[in-house]
């Protein structure tokens, strides 16, 4: 929901115009100001004071916070993993409930959506709120398992499962390389979106490099130093502030803004007659306003890969770890949804923007829908509200861009580091090698903004997703029954790898030759599809297929170190070490 389908945003942002009323420009009573993009550089009258300072405040706080979440709960040994990496697993309903909805919506989120439906319409934008329907009863179903079996043997990873259920070293390598593959360009998407609130107060304009990129600098440097300092703890108190301040800015647009431009009605014409109008460099319609038939496939596979895959993602997973219960994990796919209302509003304010006759203009002078939420917000309120809504969406990308360097930097310290180079490393040496990673990570992918296309953070990001999602059978499957064959898994694994990778490749459009988007043609029955999906079926047939030619042959299988009782372990049970087994529980694994 956070990534999909931008690529040719900025060919099609302009699109035609709006209907003709005048309603939005009486009730703002005002022109909207235009900064002026060829002369920022020698002049400082394009920066919104006000809202920058609110920012600068607000981004003091959490800050602040941030260091001092070292001491919260009683943190007396940051020099493990366990507490460094997953706060301890001690968090409760509400903290849980907190870092995770921060964790998964995340600023870019609130960068994309309504990027996606201000260009190109509910396709592109609205599939986000299916598929973050569909996602709570699947992790309800699984993720409790993975928690209690994690519980027993003191996983970190989803690669420490899969390595301890199959017996296999590889395998564990392949789901490790991928989560830190799919991880890298989300990280970088974070740092994307703190850069669009910053091109909209007007920072950002000028030649030089260092003043350019100097705020973006600034709060890389922070980000990562109370990550270093204070672990999951970090994220975890903070998510606090950004998800009140993005209830707080949602609630209050959605109330104000459609009274102010003539009201749903006027603003769902807009949307449509935008939508409906056929763009002069293609001679299609613009976006997609109703899905028509044509385009259920693509929107329910969307829908669900997306579902399939977001849980996979390794950030996702170390929220999840770090709770204290297997309840507390249940409770929480029942009330995150509430994060999908709010998304569903979100989204909507990319149709507000298309009524209100927002430019969402980059200090290049090109169009740019990213800006559009930002603009939007910059146009509509006062400075000082602009600026905590510009604060919600900067800080709101401190918090996952911190989980996802941890949660990287824990796959490559548990599976590649301890695994492959120093099987005796001590826990206090997993910790430090741990933190540099992180420290690490974050900086390919500052380097990877500074340096590199935008267009590129969200090709990689693209893919990611198709990546992540080939890693569901291992882990999944693996929760319930051991039926498949760990060398199975990993070709199954390795040709979606390369299926999805060379289908996304050969997806072009006007603006890019390569890695357009992530929908392509289904083998079989010609109706276009997510890629992802597609690649995940394929996948499962390998899999499936290779594990009766393994059964046949009598290839080793590998020694599963799991019992049937781990499944269902709570709070209590020793974290690293399993309990000796009950005669019910030493029954074999299925």
Do not use: C
């Not at 014409?269 to 259920?296: C, H, L, V």
Request: glycine letters at 8%.
């Amino acid at each position: 929901m956070r990534r999909r389908h931008l690529v040719g945003l900025q060919d099609r942002v302009e699109g035609p115009p709006a209907p003709a009323d005048d309603r939005g420009a009486r009730a703002r009573g005002h022109r909207r100001r235009v900064r002026p993009v060829t002369t920022l550089a020698a002049s400082d009258s394009g920066v919104n004071g006000v809202a920058l300072a609110v920012l600068i405040a607000l981004f003091t706080l959490v800050t602040v916070m941030g260091f001092l979440a070292s001491r919260w709960r009683r943190a007396s040994n940051l020099q493990t993993l366990d507490e460094w990496g997953l706060g301890g697993r001690s968090f409760g309903t509400w903290v849980t409930w907190f870092l995770i909805g921060g964790d998964i919506y995340t600023a870019y989120t609130f960068i994309a959506v309504p990027a996606a439906m201000f260009a190109l319409g509910s396709v592109s934008g609205f599939f986000a709120i299916p598929y973050a329907i569909v996602v709570y009863p699947i992790i309800f179903v699984f993720m409790s398992r993975l928690w209690s079996v994690s519980h027993r043997h003191g996983y970190i990873t989803t690669a420490d499962f899969v390595g301890g259920r199959y017996g296999s070293r590889w395998l564990s390598l392949a789901m490790a390389l991928t989560g830190i593959l799919a991880t890298m360009p989300y990280i970088a998407l974070q740092l994307v979106g703190i850069q669009a609130v910053l091109e909209v107060i007007g920072i950002g304009g000028a030649d030089n490099v260092i003043a350019r990129d100097l705020p973006l600098l600034i709060a890389f440097a922070v980000l990562a130093a109370y990550t270093y300092s204070s672990g999951l703890r970090a994220p975890a108190i903070i998510a606090f502030v950004k998800d009140t301040l993005i209830y707080l800015v949602i609630i209050v647009a959605v109330i104000y803004l459609p009274s102010r431009y003539g009201g749903w009605g006027h603003i769902f014409d807009a949307a449509e007659a935008k939508m409906t109008t056929p763009n002069p460099a293609t001679g299609k319609p613009t976006g997609t306003f109703i899905p028509n038939s044509q385009q259920y496939w693509a929107y329910a596979t969307l829908a669900l890969g997306s579902a399939l895959a977001l849980f996979m993602y390794p950030h996702s997973i170390t929220a999840t770890l770090s709770s204290k219960s297997r309840n507390t994990i249940r409770r929480n796919a029942a009330i995150l949804p509430a994060y999908t209302f709010l998304l569903g509003l979100l989204a909507l304010l990319g149709w507000v923007a298309i009524a209100a006759g927002t430019k969402p203009i980059g200090l290049d002078g090109k169009p740019n829908a990213q800006l559009v939420v930002p603009q939007l917000f910059e146009d509509a309120f006062p400075a000082w509200f602009a600026g905590v809504a510009f604060s919600a969406i900067a800080i709101g990308a401190l918090v996952p861009a911190a989980i996802m360097s941890i949660a990287a930097a824990n796959l490559f310290t548990r599976n590649v580091y301890r695994e492959w180079f120093r099987p005796g490393a001590t826990p206090a040496q997993e910790a430090k090698v741990s933190k540099l990673t992180s420290l690490f990570v974050k900086f390919v992918a500052l380097i990877f903004v500074l340096t590199l296309d935008k267009q590129n953070a969200i090709n990689f990001q693209l893919l990611g997703g198709i990546w992540i999602l080939q890693t569901f059978p291992a882990i999944v499957f693996g929760l319930y029954t051991r039926w498949f064959h760990r060398w199975a898994l990993l070709a199954g694994w390795a040709v979606g790898m390369v299926y999805g990778t060379i289908a996304a490749y050969n997806v072009s459009s006007a603006s890019a030759a390569h890695f357009a988007g992530s929908l392509a043609s289904i083998p079989g029955i010609a109706q276009m599809g997510y890629i992802a999906l597609t690649a995940f079926v394929v996948n499962i047939v390998v899999a499936a297929v290779l594990t009766l030619v393994m059964r046949a042959v009598k290839a080793p299988e590998g020694v599963d170190a799991t019992i049937r009782g781990d499944y269902f372990a709570d709070a209590g049970d020793p974290r690293v070490a399993p309990l000796p087994p009950t005669p019910t529980e030493a029954t074999p694994s299925p």
